[in-house]
């Protein structure tokens, strides 16, 4: 499985980005997704996760309410949109794949658990 993301930049304070990350191999419908972001000489932080389907969906407690994950199987896509951007939530962003998850296991939040992962993108909130 080979994990693309693309869609990062700078924006001001108050903007708006929107991240996306595309597959290839495997089977993505059957994989939960994630996004996880880290700044220099921190750990990787835990943003948001949609399981394969769809229907379930967590979010950090940092970005709920601002951020939205969303997936298109079909095109083999998961999509992060990130509003009102704040200069905290700079950081390079990473997608990544769950291929072991299944419906009765909620959505992972701890980097392990996914096993690829993409180049990461940077995103840069200007105050």
């Known amino acids: 499985v080979q994990l693309q993301a693309s869609g990062g930049g700078l924006v001001q304070a108050g903007g708006s980005l929107r991240l996306s990350c595309t597959a290839s191999?495997?089977?993505?419908?059957?994989?939960?997704m994630g996004w996880f972001r880290q700044t220099p000489g921190e750990e990787r932080e835990f943003v948001a996760a949609?399981?394969?389907?769809?229907?379930?969906?967590v979010y950090a407690e940092s970005v709920k309410g601002r951020f939205i994950i969303s997936r298109d199987n079909a095109k083999k896509t998961v999509n992060l949109q990130m509003n009102i951007l704040k200069p905290e939530d700079t950081a390079v962003y990473y997608c990544?794949?769950?291929?072991?998850?299944?419906?009765?296991?909620?959505?992972?939040?701890?980097?392990?658990?996914?096993?690829?992962w993409g180049q990461g993108t940077q995103v840069t909130v200007s105050s």
């Open positions: 949609i399981s394969s389907s769809s229907s379930r969906k």
């Open positions: 990544a794949a769950d291929t072991q998850g299944y419906w009765a296991r909620p959505l992972s939040v701890v980097s392990g658990t996914y096993e690829y």
């Open positions: 191999g495997g089977t993505f419908s059957s994989y939960d």
